[in-house]
């Protein structure tokens, strides 16, 4: 069964487009990418840099780093090798927006 | 045109491996013979003046794992240097007299370090390949001198890595400041306070006569006076490995020359990487780029035309360094701007110069703001021109430039 975090509103991640929290210990990056809410973990695979640093690009996700781009829906980096892992991300009726550290793709 | 059925590769870096996994990703089912001539399976060389240096951790180093290279049929060949290419016919022949026919041929034989003339010994390193590293590695403890020459990234990436395993670093560069040509004075300085502020002894305007061993010591002759240390490093620059497409009858000049589509000037022959000297597409002039990125973007272009898939190498050129702790990076040519906008605060190295050329952006280079650059990468494809106070203002978010360009 998930657990759902409480971590950000609707309405503030449209102004702010990424936001990093911390759900259970775990880094997370929130980012508002057309009309979705991502949760991805904030830790690049690749050299460890803050991807809620980054840059959202043609609906990725790009780390400050190396510019490594990812999906947000799958993790997955553009022409490299591994997965950023995601999670899933529910809204509730007011606007709350909740990670559980459950994958993205297991809870969909 | 009849299919490709055999692709042979020459070298054994990141364009190789890139080419390769291009290729089977594009579906090609053919055979992929790599010939790399060093002992080693392809790793990347980034790693080797920064965290493998400083850490001596490899594991992140390889490119083709054993187990990737067999599910995906790939015949890797390492100390196998080929000694004659017949270009018109698709042959290769290696050291050993064996030959290998291939319907096309990928030359990505990289670069070898510039010496300085006179400059060898035990004392004194260069920096090209993973035995480098190792051997720079070795040699280099607490309390150990080290004396580099060259402040360039390779040069300013080695000064981090030996500061971190405890030296005392000294560097000397003939220009006036760091990547002075590259950046000019006023951000060429700021790569200098990153060093000083470090703990590097940085001899700037300073000129190299001669190194040479004396007795334990390795003394630098500056026209600064002698610089005497345990161990000198000499970071100066890279040739390209040009000789076997020369002796074949390419058409080469500072590299091998290639046209926006990665082609040699010999049918079905492909160059990418360090070796190659494209015309680009973006800028209008022939280059030839010393960068990872570089190296990838056209071993996927060479990869794909191989197959038929049309594709021009054309993106701005981009590179990275993280010395010192900052992480630099720089997308696109800042040479030839006529007006250079600072965006965050050069003091506390968290800004992005963009460099613009009538209006247009050219070039980005930014200290902590890798997030500038990768908008900074599309405005420059699109030639984008953008006021300058929405540039200058960090509260003005670029995307928004970017939309409206």
């Given at each position: 069964?998930a657990?759902?975090?409480?971590?950000?509103?609707?309405?503030?991640?449209?102004?702010?487009k990424?936001?990093?929290?911390?759900?259970?210990?775990?880094?997370?990056?929130?980012?508002?990418?057309?009309?979705?809410?991502?949760?991805?973990?904030?830790?690049?695979?690749?050299?460890?840099r803050?991807?809620?640093?980054?840059?959202?690009?043609?609906?990725?996700?790009?780390?400050?780093?190396?510019?490594?781009?990812?999906?947000?829906?799958?993790?997955?980096?553009?022409?490299?090798?591994?997965?950023?892992?995601?999670?899933?991300?529910?809204?509730?009726?007011?606007?709350?927006?909740?990670?559980?550290?459950?994958?993205?793709?297991?809870?969909? | 045109?009849?299919?490709?059925?055999?692709?042979?590769?020459?070298?054994?870096?990141?364009?190789?491996?890139?080419?390769?996994?291009t290729?089977?990703?594009?579906?090609?089912?053919?055979?992929?013979?790599?010939?790399?001539?060093?002992?080693h399976?392809?790793?990347?060389?980034?790693?080797?003046?920064?965290?493998?240096?400083?850490?001596?951790?490899g594991?992140?180093?390889?490119?083709?794992?054993?187990?990737?290279?067999?599910?995906?049929?790939?015949?890797?060949?390492?100390?196998?240097?080929?000694?004659?290419?017949?270009?018109?016919?698709?042959?290769?022949?290696?050291?050993?007299?064996?030959?290998?026919?291939?319907?096309?041929?990928?030359?990505?034989?990289?670069?070898?370090?510039?010496?300085?003339?006179?400059?060898?010994?035990?004392?004194?390193?260069?920096?090209?390949?993973?035995a480098?590293?190792?051997?720079?590695?070795?040699?280099?403890?607490?309390?150990?001198?080290?004396?580099?020459?060259?402040?360039?990234?390779?040069?300013?990436?080695?000064?981090?890595?030996?500061?971190?395993?405890?030296?005392?670093?000294?560097?000397?560069?003939?220009?006036?400041?760091?990547?002075?040509?590259?950046?000019?004075?006023?951000?060429?300085?700021?790569?200098?306070?990153?060093q000083?502020?470090?703990?590097?002894?940085?001899?700037?305007?300073?000129?190299?006569?001669?190194?040479?061993?004396?007795?334990?010591?390795?003394?630098?002759d500056?026209?600064?006076?002698p610089?005497v240390?345990?161990?000198?490093?000499?970071?100066?620059?890279?040739?390209?490995?040009?000789?076997?497409?020369?002796?074949?009858?390419?058409?080469?000049?500072?590299?091998?020359?290639?046209?926006?589509?990665?082609?040699?000037?010999?049918?079905?022959?492909?160059?990418?990487?360090?070796?190659?000297?494209?015309?680009?597409?973006?800028?209008?002039?022939?280059?030839?780029?010393?960068?990872?990125?570089?190296?990838?973007?056209?071993?996927?272009?060479?990869?794909?035309?191989?197959?038929?898939?049309?594709?021009?190498?054309?993106?701005?050129?981009?590179?990275?360094?993280?010395?010192?702790?900052?992480?630099?990076?720089?997308?696109?040519?800042?040479?030839?701007?006529?007006?250079?906008?600072?965006?965050?605060?050069?003091?506390?190295?968290?800004?992005?110069?963009?460099?613009?050329?009538?209006?247009?952006?050219?070039?980005?280079?930014?200290?902590?703001?890798?997030?500038d650059?990768?908008?900074?990468?599309?405005?420059?494809?699109?030639?984008?021109?953008?006021?300058?106070?929405?540039?200058?203002?960090?509260?003005?978010?670029?995307?928004?430039?970017?939309?409206?360009?």
């Amino acid at each position: 069964m998930a657990q759902w975090h409480e971590v950000a509103t609707v309405a503030d991640l449209k102004v702010r487009k990424k936001k990093a929290v911390v759900v259970d210990g775990t880094p997370v990056a929130l980012f508002y990418i057309n009309g979705k809410v991502y949760a991805l973990n904030d830790i690049c695979i690749h050299e460890q840099r803050n991807l809620s640093k980054g840059a959202i690009l043609f609906g990725k996700v790009v780390c400050p780093g190396h510019q490594w781009k990812f999906d947000p829906e799958t993790g997955e980096p553009d022409d490299q090798d591994g997965c950023q892992p995601t999670y899933a991300v529910q809204i509730g009726e007011s606007g709350a927006v909740s990670v559980s550290l459950e994958s993205r793709a297991v809870v969909s | 045109m009849t299919a490709v059925r055999t692709v042979a590769i020459v070298g054994g870096g990141q364009a190789a491996s890139v080419a390769t996994r291009t290729l089977r990703r594009r579906g090609y089912d053919g055979s992929i013979v790599i010939f790399g001539d060093e002992p080693h399976r392809p790793y990347q060389r980034p790693p080797l003046s920064k965290e493998y240096l400083a850490e001596g951790d490899g594991s992140g180093l390889f490119l083709l794992p054993e187990d990737w290279t067999a599910t995906h049929d790939v015949d890797v060949h390492t100390s196998a240097r080929v000694m004659a290419l017949d270009a018109g016919a698709g042959r290769l022949v290696l050291e050993d007299g064996t030959t290998a026919q291939a319907d096309a041929i990928l030359l990505a034989t990289g670069g070898r370090p510039r010496r300085l003339p006179g400059v060898e010994g035990s004392p004194v390193h260069y920096l090209r390949t993973k035995a480098d590293a190792d051997s720079l590695r070795a040699s280099i403890g607490p309390g150990a001198r080290v004396v580099i020459v060259g402040a360039g990234f390779i040069g300013a990436e080695v000064a981090s890595s030996a500061l971190s395993l405890g030296a005392d670093v000294t560097v000397i560069e003939a220009a006036g400041v760091p990547l002075q040509r590259v950046l000019g004075e006023q951000l060429g300085a700021v790569c200098a306070g990153i060093q000083r502020d470090a703990n590097v002894d940085l001899r700037t305007g300073v000129a190299v006569n001669e190194v040479r061993e004396e007795g334990e010591n390795v003394v630098v002759d500056t026209s600064d006076g002698p610089i005497v240390g345990d161990v000198a490093v000499v970071a100066i620059g890279i040739l390209p490995n040009q000789e076997l497409a020369e002796a074949s009858g390419l058409v080469v000049g500072n590299g091998i020359h290639v046209d926006e589509y990665c082609r040699t000037s010999v049918p079905s022959v492909y160059a990418a990487g360090d070796v190659a000297n494209q015309l680009h597409p973006l800028l209008g002039v022939r280059l030839r780029v010393e960068h990872f990125d570089n190296a990838s973007k056209q071993a996927a272009v060479a990869a794909n035309n191989i197959l038929g898939r049309h594709t021009r190498s054309e993106d701005p050129h981009w590179f990275w360094s993280d010395q010192f702790g900052v992480n630099l990076q720089c997308v696109g040519h800042p040479s030839d701007s006529d007006e250079v906008i600072l965006r965050g605060d050069l003091e506390s190295r968290d800004f992005t110069a963009f460099f613009l050329h009538e209006g247009k952006i050219r070039a980005a280079f930014s200290m902590n703001r890798g997030d500038d650059i990768a908008v900074a990468r599309e405005l420059i494809t699109m030639g984008a021109s953008v006021p300058s106070a929405t540039l200058a203002d960090t509260d003005m978010d670029l995307f928004d430039a970017l939309e409206m360009a």
